[in-house]
């Protein structure tokens, strides 16, 4: 048996590197581990009964030998090889065909503590000697053991137990192999055997937490020496994608902005956000009372975007799908094609079926997996059922920020119960983190409710300030513009009748204009008759002048030839002339 | 140990006593004290108890690794007994002759003998 002090100073010392890291394969967890697990060193995962230590340790190694080229040997002591097999397979693991190709080995070991009886001193040599031939096998460089801790159920003499394992993870280490090992929590300690005081490379603790009658799983990294570590707790997921761990805090702000734009689905809206629409990636808050078109704002997004060729993911925590369809086809909203097509995928589900953490998680392996250009969340309010402010504020950040990561345009409803967005209530919270924020008014007056819609922010775009009348008709959403006058905002019918209003006395206005021009155009022709009838005056005048001048003309003309003739006359050269002098000179 | 790879005692003694043939099969690792000891521990209770109606293989996991799968075999030294069933394995390197005869399951020769209701 070797010391168990000498263990403690070796490992250390003798790597005066940095710590070299070997990638799990599972999402989430090489991020918060910085890289993976210690390479060459083995790591304990403690945690209680059903919280996934055996999956966890068994995509380690398919992982390993799938994508890293390092084949692992899994030695079991609680599931035969055929369960084994099926628990792979519903996580969409081949370990036959894995076995097969030399890149697996499974060693099942059964201890049945009824047919085995103590006489005298033992070791795990056998034990050894199945690892270590497992290895040699395959060649391996990982290594798990589900679940250690049975041997002491098995065996007897825990005192040997101990020693023996000390001496299995010392001789893990020195095969430079990277190792898993599974372990029961315990009442007083995170193993029910004190495995913790032999591994102390690495430690990682499972959790499956209820409350509210919600289970919620969680991981999270206990010790990891030399490494830093993202020391939180972290829910993660189980499902047929195998284990996803969702970093909290991967929460940056790096993302990546486009400046190209998508259309809202809704032209009158598009006209409103600077003719364009939503900037792409960004993130959509639609925020409205009970029944104010908030899910056909969320549908006409999806339906543009189908239409487009993209995908669009909806997830629904209110409605069935089917319940959706129907109800957008009454609006002129035409989804089920869109299903068919695989564009548009549903995604429903009741907020209580589990954790907000557990909501999250889903949404990341939806997203991957359908990697869509817009996703849909209607509402997030329904969220709030399950959670503290506190955890469905920092839920949606994570949310938000994830799929702004992603660059996928995100359109979220939120159930307003006030016509002013409160003070307290969790969008005030995200409004920060939004990049539009459309609120979907009620205004109630005359007897009726109608809505009213207005742009509260759009982040670098001119928008309207205008509040617009919000119709759903068969014909998809219109907006109107409401009628703004000295009695304030009018919507509905009180607009109608003020239309009406309004048209009737354009017309009247429009008659007076036309009778004003007629009589303009009257007396027009009134002037041009009087100036014809002066300038005809002034003509007759001018005419009158002309002959008067003429005759004076004339007349002067004759003077002179009645005095030319006269002085002829006087000099005898005209008889006829002379006789009229004679007589004029007699007659004097 | 090269003699441990195949059966090395077979006590041929006349098969007319009452109870049938007891196969046992004794698992090593190298030569250990241990393992030694427990071979000699072993023989004696079979010569003692079981004289004429046993058959003991020697197995050396060192040298047939692949056999320590296909029997289930951890602990080491690990008795088991085969046949008659039920399968009975036996830990330790065998110096309790009581609690191997109690984990064989299995009564001495004479019903009479020294060994009983000690």
């Known amino acids: 048996m070797n010391s168990p002090a000498a263990k403690e100073p070796e490992p250390k010392t003798s790597g005066p590197g940095r710590l070299e890291k070997v990638p799990t394969g599972i999402q989430g967890l090489d991020e918060i581990t910085c890289g993976g697990l210690p390479r060459g060193r083995t790591t304990l995962v403690c945690g209680g009964p059903g919280c996934g230590k055996t999956l966890l340790a068994l995509e380690f190694l398919v992982h390993g030998a799938t994508r890293f080229g390092e084949p692992g040997v899994f030695i079991a002591f609680e599931e035969t090889a055929g369960e084994l ?41 056998g ?11 395959i060649g391996a460089r990982r290594v798990a053991i589900d679940t250690l801790e049975v041997l002491f159920a098995g065996l007897p003499n825990p005192d040997i137990l101990r020693a023996e394992l000390r001496r299995l993870f010392r001789w893990l280490k020195d095969k430079g192999l990277t190792a898993i090992v599974t372990a029961e929590r315990g009442d007083d300690g995170l193993t029910r055997h004190g495995l913790e005081e032999y591994i102390s490379d690495c430690v990682i603790n499972l959790d499956n ?10 991981l999270r990294v206990l010790k990891y020496r030399g490494s830093a570590h993202d020391a939180n707790e972290v829910p993660f997921l189980i499902d047929q994608g195998g284990l996803s761990v969702l970093p909290v805090s991967s929460l940056g702000l790096d993302h990546q902005v486009s400046t190209s734009r998508v259309s809202s689905g809704v032209p009158d809206l598009d006209a409103m956000l600077g003719g364009e629409g939503y900037f792409r990636g960004s993130t959509v808050l639609v925020s409205g009372s009970i029944g104010s078109g908030k899910t056909s704002l969320g549908a006409s997004f999806a339906r543009w975007t189908c239409r487009e060729g993209k995908r669009c993911l909806y997830f629904l925590f209110e ?3 089917s319940q959706v369809c129907r109800n957008m ?27 907000l953490e557990m909501h999250l998680s889903r949404i990341h392996r939806l997203v991957s997996e359908f990697e869509p250009e817009v996703a849909v969340i209607d509402p997030i309010t329904n969220l709030r059922a399950i959670g503290n402010d506190c955890e469905l504020r920092s839920t949606l950040t994570r949310m ?51 809505r009213g819609l207005c742009i509260l922010k759009s982040r670098g775009m001119a928008h309207s300030n205008q509040v617009r009348e919000f119709r759903l008709t068969d014909q998809g959403i219109k907006l109107i513009d409401v009628y703004l006058g000295t009695d304030g905002v009018l919507v509905g019918s009180a607009r109608e009748a003020r239309m009406i209003r309004d048209e009737a006395e354009a017309r009247e206005r429009e008659y007076e204009a036309q009778k004003r021009q007629r009589r303009v155009a009257q007396r027009r022709d009134a002037v041009r008759a009087q100036i014809d009838a002066l300038n005809a005056e002034l003509e007759a005048e001018e005419e009158v002048l002309r002959r008067a001048v003429e005759r004076e003309h004339l007349s002067e003309g004759g003077l002179a030839r009645d005095e030319a003739r006269m002085a002829a006359a006087r000099a005898g050269v005209d008889t006829s002339l002379a006789d009229g002098n004679q007589v004029r000179t007699v007659q004097p | 140990m090269k003699r441990d790879q195949e059966p090395i005692e077979k006590a041929d003694g006349p098969a007319g006593m009452a109870g049938e043939r007891i196969e046992l099969r004794l698992y090593v690792a190298g030569q250990t004290s241990r393992s030694l000891a427990a071979i000699d521990n072993l023989r004696r209770i079979c010569e003692e108890d079981l004289k004429g109606r046993y058959t003991i293989e020697v197995i050396d996991l060192l040298q047939t690794p692949q056999l320590a799968r296909a029997d289930q075999i951890v602990a080491i030294p690990t008795l088991v007994k085969k046949l008659p069933p039920p399968l009975r394995r036996i830990i330790g390197d065998l110096s309790n002759s009581e609690r191997v005869l109690i984990g064989l399951d299995i009564r001495p020769v004479d019903p009479a003998g020294a060994h009983h209701g000690s």
């Open chain 1, 209 to 218: 937490r209820v409350s509210d009658q919600i289970s919620t799983r969680r």
């Open chain 1, 400 to 450: 938000i920020d994830f799929f702004k990561g992603r660059q996928i345009t995100t359109l979220l409803t939120s159930l307003t119960v006030s016509t002013q967005p409160s003070e307290d209530s969790s969008e005030v919270h995200i409004s920060s983190l939004v990049d539009t924020w459309i609120l979907v008014r009620e205004l109630e007056s005359d007897g009726e409710r109608n």
């Open chain 1, 127 to 137: 034990l050894f000697i199945r690892l270590g031939f497992a290895i040699d096998s």
């Open chain 1, 319 to 321: 409605e069935s799908p």
């Open chain 1, 329 to 355: 086809r009454s609006v002129g909203i035409d989804l089920a094609p869109l299903i068919e097509q695989d564009l548009l995928r549903f995604h429903s589900s009741r907020p209580s079926a589990t954790s």
């Open chain 1, 85 to 125: 097999a099926t628990n792979g397979a519903s996580l969409g693991f081949d370990l036959a065909a894995l076995e097969a190709d030399r890149k697996l080995a499974i060693d099942y070991v059964r201890i049945e503590r009824s047919e085995i009886e103590e006489s005298g001193e033992y070791d795990l040599e």
